[in-house]
DNA sequence: GCAGTATGTTACTTGCGGTAACACCAGTCT
DNA sequence: AGACTGGTGTTACCGCAAGTAACATACTGC
């Protein structure tokens, strides 16, 4: 037995496989987007279907070990701005660049992580099943937006500002709507002045915790 | 020919075909979930696949059909809720109290307008986002209303808050990205900045226009 | 009668996810 | 040595869903 030498080696050949298998998996989905077919994985990996299928169970099992790679670090990023040493603002500021950073460096990894159900085949006009979710989002943030630019005063670069802020305010919206229909942490009512707090300022106005060292 | 009569009844035989189809679809839809095969929608409107083909050409257009019909009732709600004379702080949470009783009320169809591709129940083809991007979202959420209940005060049920709050800003983030994403309005840094100032409440700085009722 | 068009059908193709069933090839136990 | 075991690989198939002919039947206007 080898395993006292596996362990020093740092994987077994189980591991060593599924992680060629990862690397080819993410190839095909980077290059063929998530139409990505389990036949054309496992060519580019040089095997047949079954293999995959013995290694990740099925394709969601597929899927969640390339998601997880890619979400595990990016979370790290983030979680190294958030910690770094810098006032609030700073951090705040950090935090959201190193997100926009990471998603506008491989655009291909964030679409395949948060838009996997596009393109099925290549007709004019774009859309089908699974886009349906962002026209409405988009709708909604460019009218927020136009409302906000027609009735507030921004000053200068005022519409630009104000379809950043629709947009925004929008997916808070409904990031904020979708995590509490599913748990139900609160009444809608605190819900709805909780978030309202958070578009008056409130998380400028807090104070630090005495015991830490502040957001 | 009765175009004439048509139009005085407002629909000629096709769209009229066309609306009970859409019902039919609706009702399939909202009882069987985004998994609901063509076969079977042909089957609840009395009839067979092809006919559908020839309507919405291809699933997607159904699909598409039938959001819209969806989406802009619940945009029209929204801009009433946006156009009700109240001042601004009320305003803003009437319309999030608008959208929030409407995703409750009707959670299937939020389900399948937001989430389209879920329903674990075996053969999911393409890549599955809920599964997947959603406890990313999710999981940047919880864990940025841990860092923020950790390290501001935010007084009494501060830990509610703070995790309503964390989901927020990342849905905030991620929206305001993937449109960013999308159309390149502005530099990174104009979008970082922009966001940070929404969350430092400019929102409820600014003064109204000197033109409009104010927002 | 005859062309045109809308409505409907059955029967098919294509492509996917997923699964048997079998073959090969280490090492291991007796 | 020879049977046992576990991992890697294969071919060939199933079931199902999207999408598409090709054909049949009405109803209209000329």
Known sequence: MDIAHRTTDQQTP???????????????VLRDGPKASMNAIA???????????????????????????HTDALLDALRAALDAPAD?????????????????AMPQVYRFLMHPAEEPHQNEQGFDVGRHSAPLLRRMGEELGQVIAERV??????????????????????????????ERPC???????????????????ADDRADGPGF
Not at 43 to 67: N, Q, V
Not at 160 to 179: F, K, L, S, T
Not at 188 to 200: C, I, P, Q, T
């Open 153 to 182: 005063d921004l000053g200068p670069a005022a519409e630009a500002q104000a379809r950043i802020w629709g947009h925004g305010i929008v997916g808070m919206m409904h990031a904020a709507g979708d995590w509490w229909l599913g």
């Open 43 to 69: 060519a580019e990996a040089g095997i047949t279907k079954p293999i995959l299928y013995r290694h990740f169970g099925d394709k969601g099992g597929l899927y969640r070990a390339l998601a997880t790679r």
């Open 187 to 205: 009444s809608r009512a605190e819900l709805v002045r909780s978030l309202a707090d958070l578009l008056w300022g409130r998380l400028a106005e």
């Open 88 to 104: 609030r603002r700073r951090r705040v500021e950090s935090t959201l660049d190193t997100y926009l950073a990471s998603i506008e």
């Open 14 to 28: 189980a591991e060593q496989r599924r992680r060629e298998l990862l690397e080819a998996a993410d190839r095909v």
